[in-house]
């Protein structure tokens, strides 16, 4: 026999089956053969691989999105992915912003309160997005490709050999139906003996499905530690970021407090409101380079002593009552405290006016 001669036996055989097993299903559904149904606990397993398929597809797809908000980005990286390429490096949204904001702060000026602040929160904006980024490798390694591991892998198998138990079922099913239609003994026999092949077939298959089902309970296990080091590396962020973050407030708490306070509606220290006056006058004279502490100690014994200083005054003030009195950025007046007078405020006197100032639009002068 040459090899085309097998090659046609061989499709005929193929093809005799493939109708056969179609024959079969087409019955079934219409109720007209009978159907060899599986163990319960085969069908426990079965069920429970594909709600773990399920449910694992749904969080993959969802930490991908927790970790990858862009969805452009996403499909750039599974192109890269299957390309088998590395992806180009860009800047992520808190580096980005990071940027941004120390462009500004040196266009600003460094030497301005503003300026300076903004490049203090750009900086912690870039060790965020570098936390980021940490964030997203290890959860990768970790977490996402072990699932995206059962998924094509695992899985695959599982189904693979599922299909293989449903064909030996349905070879099963035909040969004891071509059993009840025999009727001449020789042909008895021989659908006998296909049963008991078929059915050995099906024995053989249903177990070999079985301990690849029952292997879900160590996917469980896994995914379990998988996940447990997705938490951690979620804590190491967020901790990470939270310690950014103090730093920065407590780099930010060098400012005087009307400069951090402007979204405090309830406090009694106004907000100043910069007008083209005082962007002038602050343009011809930087803003003092002591501290926040020499500052206050200077305002402190003010306040402690009975006498008088004079104080240039940084920025415009609307009085809000007759009992303050309005400023303009870059004059100088004459202040003191008076007895029981709230901390941050100083009585202002120019000429004969005279009223309440709030000591943060205030420079003591010697």
Known sequence: MNIMDFNVKKFAADAGTFLSRAVQFTEEKLGQAEK????????????????????????????????QPNPNARIEEFVYEKLDRK???????PELLGQYMIDAGNEFGPGTAYGNALIKCGETQKRIGTADRELIQTSAINFLTPLRNFIEGDYKTITKERKLLQNKRLDLDAAKTRLKKAKVAEARAASEQEVRIT??????????TR?????ISSTHAHHLRCLTDFVDA????YAQCYQYMLDLQKQLGSFPSTFRSNNNQSSSTPVPSVSASSVLASASASLPSVSNSVVTSGFSEL???????K??????????????????ADEVITVYSVPGMDSDWLMGERGNQKGKVPITYLELLN
Not at 87 to 93: F, G, I, L, V
Not at 200 to 205: L, T, V
Not at 311 to 328: C, G, K, P, Q, T
């Open 36 to 67: 060899t149904e599986l163990d319960a606990h085969l069908e426990n397993l079965l069920s429970k691989a594909e709600c773990t398929k399920l449910w694992t597809e749904k969080i993959m797809k969802q930490t991908e999105v927790l970790l």
């Open 87 to 93: 992806a180009p490096s860009r800047m992520n949204n």
């Open 199 to 208: 059915q050995s077939e099906f024995d053989r298959q249903a177990e070999i």
């Open 211 to 215: 301990l690849l089902l029952e292997g």
């Open 234 to 237: 979620q804590m190491t962020y």
């Open 303 to 309: 306040k402690a002593s009975s006498g008088s200083r």
């Open 311 to 328: 104080a240039r005054v940084l920025y415009d003030y609307d009085a809000a009552n007759s009992s303050e009195l309005s400023l303009l």
